[in-house]
């Protein structure tokens, strides 16, 4: 077995001694600059709340990378059999993708209301992430061996048979490339929506942070925002692990 | 015009075929090849030897004329490349006819083809784990497992080192003997098309028409065969056809 490099535990051991040192040396105000102790103990005890909120957006976002996940494919391959279909709206995703989910939150709640923040933020997040899903799966499905199709085509091979034995073992890498960019945009996705939501109904982790905010409770800011941090690398690494896996 | 005599496997009767571009690429050919003979076609570059392989196997269509082979199963097809798919393993590479026309025992017949092929115990490995020639006998098993009648072989071996193509080309030809198989090869080497030829055709340039149709002795094929006279004759007769077909 590999021993694991220490050199990143030294960094950030370093680093938060010497945060702590500055902090406590220059006795700057809690409320601007917690030193890592502060957020430790905020960590600890605010823990019956921020970690229910953390499941909260966690499962906010995986819901919507479900979404995202069935919307992308199953418009990628739509488009890949219905080719007119294709160039007629694929440049409309791409202004869907270029236009800044802060700026369409709004639009999206008064469509759904703002009793149901929950279903808005499921929406948002999940326009978030479909792109990449959309653009990785269609790649992926173009990327088809022209002499493996010659191959199926020669031996007269049924469409579900090509779906199932060429085109989703062509395109599963790329699509679970996709997949990783995907999880991370809707975790961003979530949190901003909630932001704009600006309702405590979810209760999500970025609702904590406004409400830490408000209170100037600069270290559960701090402590939520490590959960969120969590939350990513988690998501991120366990996505990058199954890639690596069916590479 | 070849009267189909009943013991052609692969046939072509006048059979041409254009682009529709209009591009005229090859045709009218003739052209016939029984169970247990191989055929080896030699022609300049574009003159329709891979659209004359693909007009029999069925991927393109006519424009006029007819052309068939046996019972209108796929025949077997070895490309250029091996063109394997690199996520599954050996075995269900070369199983993979057999699922796809929804046949049972697919894996018993790939066993037995790969035996046919020399790879029986490389069966669980991945393709990316195998060398270009290995890689070509995989596509060689893979195109035996459905026991066609015919094999098409289109510029197989090209790419692989000359001692690993001397062991494919006896492949080949054992393979042709023991399965009475119908073997059209397609080549770019005088010395192959003699060697694995029981007659060598030569193309003329696009419209790619029979040149020179050249019968090689039947004598028995290894080292000695390319000092023997029948070797030097024949490989002789294709080259100044060849030299004729591109001057044409």
């Known amino acids: ?247 | 015009m070849t009267a189909f005599d009943g013991e052609s496997v692969l046939f072509a009767d006048t059979l041409t075929v254009s682009y529709p571009s209009g591009l005229h690429a090859l045709g009218p050919i003739d052209l016939s090849v029984k169970a247990g003979e191989c055929v080896s076609i030699l022609g300049p570059s574009g003159c329709g030897k891979s659209t004359l392989l693909a007009s029999l196997t069925g991927l393109l269509r006519p424009t006029s004329g007819s052309a068939r082979c046996g019972d209108g199963e796929p025949p077997g097809v070895v490309f250029q490349e091996p063109t394997l798919m690199p996520w599954a393993s050996v075995a269900e590479n070369v199983a993979l006819p057999l699922k796809l026309a929804g046949r049972a025992g697919s894996e018993a017949a790939a066993r037995a083809a790969l035996t046919l092929a020399g790879l029986e115990e490389f069966d669980a490995v991945r393709p990316a784990g195998l060398s270009g020639g290995m890689r070509m006998r995989v596509s060689l098993a893979r195109a035996l497992v459905g026991s066609p009648k015919a094999l098409l072989l289109d510029e197989p071996f090209a790419a692989i080192d000359e001692l690993g193509r001397r062991s494919l080309d006896d492949l080949v030809l054992r393979l042709k003997a023991e399965l009475k198989l119908a073997v059209l090869f397609v080549t770019h080497s005088v010395e192959e098309a003699v060697y694995l030829g029981d007659r060598v055709i030569i193309m003329t340039p696009r419209p790619g028409r029979i040149q020179a149709d050249i019968a090689v002795p039947n004598e028995p094929r290894g080292d000695g065969f390319f000092t023997s006279r029948a070797f030097v004759d024949s490989a002789a007769e294709a080259r100044s056809a060849l030299a004729l077909s591109k001057a044409a």
């Open chain 1, 1 to 247: 077995m590999r021993t694991p490099d220490i050199a990143p535990l030294i960094g950030g051991i370093v680093m938060l001694a010497v945060w702590e040192l500055a902090v406590r040396l220059t006795g700057v105000a809690t409320y601007l600059l917690p030193a890592p102790t502060a957020i430790a103990n905020a960590l600890i005890s605010g823990a019956p709340v921020l970690i229910p909120s953390a499941v909260v957006t966690l499962g906010l976002a995986l819901q919507a990378l479900l979404f995202a996940l069935l919307l992308g494919v199953g418009l990628a391959v739509l488009f890949s059999r219905v080719t007119w279909l294709g160039r007629a709206l694929g440049p409309y995703a791409l202004v869907l993708q270029a236009t800044p989910v802060v700026a369409i939150a709004p639009l999206v709640i008064i469509w759904t209301g703002v009793e149901n923040p929950r279903t808005a933020i499921l929406i948002l997040a999940t326009i978030v992430a479909f792109f990449p899903v959309l653009a990785n799966a269609t790649a992926g499905l173009a990327a088809i061996d022209p002499g493996l199709d010659r191959l199926f085509r020669l031996h007269r091979a049924k469409p579900l048979d090509r779906f199932l034995r060429l085109e989703v073992p062509t395109a599963a890498p790329y699509l679970l490339a996709g997949i990783e960019t995907a999880a991370g945009l809707a975790l961003v996705g979530a949190v901003v929506a909630e932001f704009v939501a600006g309702t405590g109904a979810t209760g999500g982790l970025a609702w904590r942070i406004v409400e830490a905010g408000n209170r100037l409770e600069t270290p559960t800011m701090f402590a939520a925002l490590i959960l969120l941090a969590i939350m990513g690398v988690v998501l991120a690494t366990s996505i990058g692990w199954a890639r690596k896996k069916f590479a």
